[in-house]
């Protein structure tokens, strides 16, 4: 009964805006990409940027028992070290470079740096990290074949950054458990590019092997549009991440319709509904002036929660009553206006659909991406820290998080 009561508050407390995420539909989908992946290929879940704006805690909570699973990734120790304080307990790797500061606390608590820098000086600090906290730090090395962003070429040079890194090995307090690379082009229908970055790194880590004689147990380079579209590149180990939540890596890669479960919806609730005559213009700058009586709603959220200002003026719209309502004027920073005159009956305390469904109609991030100029992968993970997610598993409602942190229900 308590239990209920709260989940009441709760859901009172966030109509000002809300994301619900649904857990399942992040279970499904991964259940779906695994189904596509060759016998012994593991997944590593692709969470950063608390998991595209959805929340890596409880995702992570929730995908962490999986077997098929190899761990996690994460572009900060930071959001790795949020994830190990609450109960995480699978690898997880560090998929951008790390600053020295945080070997210790990486060491201790098992993250997983990438490493890449030539000069190597991070090895011995590595090392030493290790053997301070008594037990070896596990490094992934980062292969540049193509996405020119962080790595070693896959070439002599690189083949000599791996030798150096085996060098550190031999006392024991470093091991090399992975090697990766990652394709700037994999999104695209024309693969050409894709196959030629993953011939490079495939041949070096068949080079690393007969020259260095270092056979690497988790070789990885595939992202969610890869794992889709390239079985090839499976390997060890593919690293999914905007899969995970349901999205799509780009219009070229759609999947089937029903291949991915969208886990996050975003709704509001009207705070206000009046008419305006003739003359009469909406939002800053006036750049909306009504030519007619019309029934106008305020909508309490806007670009500081991370809804997009460039939908203003009447590109992007919402859904109440199942009908679109579209936006006029330009959208401030808490709260925007939108057309109701044609749906009839609206009134305050109404809820409104930003994201998601609401009967026939609906609207998903890759339409918000492409109506505010944007991408799907910046839309999700802009939705800002004052917009509270709300976590379901089999319809229940399990946990939340909101500006003041992360909190669990069931206990
Ligand atoms: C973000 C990222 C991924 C995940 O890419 P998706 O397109 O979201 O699947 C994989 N690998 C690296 C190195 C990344 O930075």
């Not at 309490?300 to 992007?316: A, E, F, I, N, T």
Request: with cysteine.
């Amino acid at each position: 009964m308590t239990m209920d009561r709260k989940k009441i508050d709760i859901e009172d407390k966030f109509q000002r805006v809300c994301a619900k995420v649904d857990l399942d539909a992040i279970l499904h989908n991964v259940e779906r990409m695994r189904e596509g992946l060759q016998e012994g290929t593991h997944m590593i879940a692709v969470i950063k940027t608390d998991g595209y704006g959805h929340g890596s805690i409880p995702i992570a909570n929730c995908l962490d028992p999986l077997d098929f699973l190899f761990g996690f990734a994460v572009a900060t120790p930071e959001e790795a070290y949020v994830l190990r304080a609450h109960g995480v307990k699978k690898p997880i790797l560090v998929l951008g470079y790390t600053f020295p500061y945080a070997n210790e606390r990486m060491a201790a608590e098992e993250i997983r740096p990438t490493i890449f820098n030539l000069d190597g000086s991070e090895l011995r600090e590595l090392a030493e990290a290790g053997k301070t906290q008594g037990k070896p730090v596990k490094v992934h090395i980062k292969v540049d074949t193509g996405m020119g962003r962080i790595g070693v070429m896959p070439d002599d040079e690189g083949l000599a950054f791996v030798q150096k890194v085996m060098e550190y090995t031999t006392d024991g307090w470093l091991e090399i458990e992975g090697m990766f690379t990652h394709f700037a082009r994999a999104d695209e229908r024309d693969q050409t590019n894709v196959r030629k970055q993953l011939a490079l790194f495939t041949d070096f880590v068949a080079r690393v092997k007969a020259d260095l004689g270092l056979d690497i147990p988790l070789c990885h380079c595939a992202n969610s549009a890869a794992t889709m579209e390239l079985p090839e590149a499976n390997m060890d180990a593919v690293r999914a991440g905007i899969s995970l939540y349901g999205l799509h890596p780009s219009e070229e890669v759609p999947g089937e319709e029903t291949y991915l479960r969208p886990a996050l919806s975003l709704s509001s609730h009207i705070v206000h509904v009046k008419t305006i005559h003739e003359g009469q213009s909406v939002s800053y700058g006036g750049t909306f002036t009504a030519v007619e009586d019309m029934r106008v709603a305020t909508i309490p959220v806007g670009y500081g929660d991370g809804y997009p200002r460039s939908l203003s003026g009447g590109k992007g719209y919402v859904l109440i009553r199942g009908h679109r309502a579209p936006i006029l004027g330009r959208v401030c920073m808490d709260q925007f206006m939108v057309d109701v005159s044609h749906i009839p009956g609206v009134t305050r305390g109404e809820p409104v659909t930003l994201i998601g469904e609401d009967g026939d109609e609906r609207i998903t991030a890759e339409m918000l991406g492409e109506l505010s100029g944007r991408f799907n992968y910046e839309l999700v993970c802009d939705l800002g820290k004052r917009v509270p997610r709300v976590f379901y598993r089999g319809g229940e409602l399990v946990a939340f998080q909101d500006i003041d942190g992360y909190h669990t229900i069931l206990d």
